[in-house]
C-alpha cells in the first residue's frame, strides 16, 4: 500500500532530474516573483467588488472580513514582492521563496475557499453560482501562475476548487451539478496542461544540459576538453587571491603511439580511458582533468587541494606507474609532465600553459638524451587555449 501511494505521489509530483535541479528552481522563482505581482494586484483590485456581491445573509465576519483578510494578504505579497526582486539570485534563495509562495497561496486559498462556501450556504438560490465562479476565476488563476510549482497547484485545487464542487454536487440542485461538471473538466483540462508544459520544460533544460555538457566534454574519455579546462582556468584567475596559489600540469603519454601501432586503436582508445580515470582520482576533489586531444591530457589543481606544486608531477606520476590490462594485453605507459604555479609562472592562462609546456618539452627532451634518442621538433599546441 505504502509502495502504491509512494509511486502514485511520484507520477503526480515527479522529481525534477539532479542535473537540471538548481536551474529550475532559478527560472520557476523567476517565472513566478514575474507573475504573482500581476496575480496579487489584480485579485486586491477585486475586493471591493466582492464586497458589493456578497451574500446579504452572510454575517459581518465572512461578508467583509474574510475579504478584508485576502485583501490584507494581497498587499502585503505584492509590497513583499515589489521591495525582493533577487529571489532568484542563488539555487537558494530560488527554492527558499518557491515554499515561502507555495505556503503563501495556500494559506490564501484556505481563506478564499471559506468564503466562497459560507457565502454559497447564506445566498438565496438564483445567487449561489456567483460563488463558485467568482472563486473558479481566482482559483484557475492562480494555479496557471503557479505552473512550475506542481505541489503549489495541486494544493491549490485541493483546498480551492474541491469543497465548492463537493457542495454543489451534494446539493441536488441540477443547475448546481452542471456547474460542478463544468468546473471539474475546466480544472482536469488546466492542470494536464500545466503538468504537460512543465515535462516539456524540464525536458528542454534537460536538453540544454546535455547539449553544453557535449560541448564541453571530450567523447571518449567523458573529462572536460580544452575550451572547459579553458574557461575554468579563466574563473579560478578571476577568482584567485596571490596568498593562495593553483597549480596548472600538462601531461603528455610518452610511447603512445607504438601501442596503437601495436595493438590498433581500440587498444589505444582504452588505454586512454584507463589513464584518464587515473588521473581524476588521483586529482580528488579539488581538481580537474581535462584531455587536450590525442594523448595529452591537462589538470587544474585548486587553492583547496591537498597536492603541492612542488608534490604534484610525482603524485600524477605514481598514478600511471601500474601496468594497465587491456583486452589481456598489460600495457606500461610512462608519462612527461610539465608544472606551472600562479602567479609565480604567470597571471594569464596562456603564460601559465606556455610555462608549463616549456617545462613539459624539457623534460621530454631530457629524457630522450638519457634515452639516446631526441625527440622531432613539434609544435607547441598550448600557444593559445581554445
Known amino acids: 500500500m505504502q509502495s502504491a501511494i509512494r509511486q502514485f505521489l511520484q507520477r503526480l509530483i515527479p522529481p525534477i532530474p539532479e542535473p537540471v535541479r538548481d536551474e529550475f528552481a532559478i527560472l520557476s522563482a523567476t517565472r513566478l516573483q514575474a507573475q504573482s505581482r500581476a496575480l496579487f494586484l489584480a485579485m486586491f483590485l477585486t475586493i471591493p467588488f466582492v464586497f458589493y456581491a456578497s451574500s446579504t445573509g452572510a454575517a459581518p465576519e465572512i461578508r467583509y472580513g474574510i475579504p478584508l483578510a485576502i485583501a490584507g494578504c494581497c498587499l502585503l505579497g505584492y509590497i513583499s514582492l515589489i521591495k525582493d526582486r533577487n529571489a ?7 527554492r527558499k521563496f518557491i515554499a515561502e509562495s507555495t505556503f503563501f497561496s495556500a494559506a490564501i486559498c484556505v481563506l478564499v475557499s471559506v468564503w466562497c462556501v459560507l457565502s454559497w450556504v447564506n445566498a438565496p438560490p438564483e445567487l449561489r453560482l456567483f460563488y463558485p465562479f467568482t472563486l473558479a476565476m481566482g482559483s484557475l488563476t492562480t494555479i496557471y501562475t503557479l505552473a512550475t510549482i506542481r505541489l503549489a497547484a495541486i494544493l491549490n485545487i485541493i483546498i480551492g476548487i474541491m469543497p465548492i464542487t463537493i457542495i454543489m454536487i451534494l446539493s441536488g440542485d441540477p443547475v448546481g451539478w452542471s ?13 494536464r496542461l500545466i503538468t504537460s508544459q512543465n515535462d516539456q520544460f524540464i525536458n528542454l533544460l534537460m536538453l540544454r544540459h546535455e547539449m553544453r555538457e557535449l560541448a564541453h566534454t571530450d567523447p571518449l574519455t567523458n573529462l572536460f576538453n580544452r575550451r572547459a579546462l579553458a574557461e575554468h582556468l579563466e574563473r579560478q584567475i578571476a577568482n584567485g587571491v596571490e596568498q593562495r596559489g593553483f597549480t596548472v600540469a600538462l601531461i603528455d603519454l610518452d610511447g603512445f603511439k607504438p601501442v596503437n601501432d601495436q595493438y590498433g586503436h581500440s587498444v589505444g582508445d582504452q588505454l586512454l580511458i584507463e589513464v584518464a580515470r587515473r588521473l581524476q582520482h588521483a ?8 584531455r587536450m586531444g590525442g594523448d595529452e591530457f591537462a589538470i587544474l589543481l585548486s587553492p583547496e587541494s591537498t597536492i603541492s606544486s612542488s608534490a604534484c608531477a610525482d603524485h600524477m606520476l605514481a598514478a600511471l606507474v601500474p601496468p594497465c590490462v587491456v583486452d589481456g594485453q598489460v600495457i606500461r605507459i610512462r608519462a612527461s609532465i610539465g608544472i606551472a604555479t600562479w602567479p609565480i609562472d604567470g597571471e594569464m592562462a596562456e603564460s601559465l600553459f606556455e610555462a608549463a609546456d616549456r617545462q613539459l618539452y624539457a623534460v621530454k627532451y631530457h629524457t ?10 613539434r609544435e607547441n599546441l598550448r600557444s593559445k587555449p581554445r
Do not use: K, Y
Open 283 to 290: 586529482c580528488g576533489e579539488n581538481g580537474i582533468v581535462a
Open 179 to 191: 456547474a460542478a461538471g463544468s468546473l471539474i473538466m475546466v480544472t482536469t483540462f488546466l492542470f
Open 88 to 94: 532568484s539570485g542563488s539555487p537558494d534563495l530560488a
Open 368 to 377: 630522450a638524451r638519457a634515452e639516446g634518442t631526441i625527440p622531432a621538433h
